[in-house]
């Protein structure tokens, strides 16, 4: 039986390397183009899986080919895919990525079949499993559907580990049900009303976080690491330093390994370290599923290897 359910969204990537990207009503020409399975919460439940977590992932495809493709490769990771199913009638969610050469990317999404994930299907899935350590959501599935994972996390027993990507105001009930609450700084300056920047403003925002009812709050910081806060502890978490290439799918990177670590009982900072190695490499690799690191290179990384 699997330690971790990921319940969150699975789509197909197309993934557009640009020079630059384009003004409003112009057409910038010559880029490259290259499709990847993607998804939050697929991508989360592959990286945990790919680290050695046992991982079951609930979630919906459309009714085409891309969704039969991307229950099949994300299988291939390690992930149990038993509690996917298909929606009739709509498409798979889908994600147009533009990736400059800075390494950063702009994101649009048509949800598709994400958007019919129900509470119902939540409470099946709980059903069907025993023993989970750690639920993860992110916001990329209909809000009742996190509620309903949080409200049944906190009655098993379970940590609730919530992924506040993308922004969405939420209410304090919520945050005092999730165990982890993982933002970045943008998510942190959404819900704190104002700009998060640098590791002491992100410092600061995390204890103003963790005052808000979560049990721990995290900050990521893409190259400077990670911030943690727990109740009398605030602490910088380092990132070791790589060459960005692709920074797509370093924050799901990111939380896979947290869940991961969390689930094999290491502390909050353990875990977060770990967590900072695995997203350092995904930024050094092109694509979002294709780019998650193994066990060993974290390892490696995390040792100076």
Not at 242 to 247: G, L, P, R
């Amino acid at each position: 039986m699997p330690d971790v359910l990921v319940v969150g969204s699975i789509n197909q990537d197309f993934v557009l390397r640009v020079e630059r990207r384009p003004q409003p009503g112009e057409t910038v020409t010559g880029a490259e183009l290259s499709l990847h399975g993607g998804g939050k919460g697929a991508n989360q439940a592959a990286a945990a899986a790919l680290l050695g977590a046992r991982v079951a992932f609930l979630g919906r495809v459309g009714d085409d080919a891309f969704g039969k493709e991307l229950v099949r490769e994300l299988g291939e990771t390690g992930v149990d895919t038993s509690l996917v199913s298909s929606a009739e009638g709509v498409h798979t969610g889908t994600a147009f990525i533009t990736v400059t050469p800075d390494g950063e990317n702009a994101i649009t999404v048509a949800p598709g079949a994400n958007r019919v994930l129900s509470p119902t299907d939540v409470d099946l899935a709980w059903r069907r499993l025993g023993g989970l350590s750690v639920v993860v959501c992110q916001m990329e599935i209909p809000f009742a559907c996190v509620e309903q994972a949080a409200r049944l996390a906190r009655k098993s027993g379970a940590r609730f580990v919530l992924n506040l990507a993308p922004p969405s105001r939420i209410p304090e009930d919520l945050l005092r049900s999730t165990d982890v609450l993982v933002v970045n700084e943008h998510e942190a300056a959404f819900l704190l009303g104002r700009e998060v920047e640098s590791v002491g403003g992100a410092s600061r925002a995390a204890g103003e976080l963790l005052a808000r009812g979560p049990g721990s709050a995290v900050v990521t910081l893409g190259a400077s690491g990670a911030v943690v806060a727990a109740p009398g502890d605030v602490r910088h978490v380092p990132a070791p330093r790589v060459e960005a290439v692709d920074t797509t799918a370093a924050g799901d990177a990111f939380v896979g390994a947290l869940a991961a670590r969390i689930a094999a009982d290491d502390t909050l900072e353990e875990a977060v370290s770990y967590a900072v190695a695995a997203g350092a490499i995904t930024v050094t690799r092109p694509g979002a599923r294709s780019a998650l690191p193994s066990s060993s290179e974290v390892i490696s990384l995390a040792s100076g290897g």
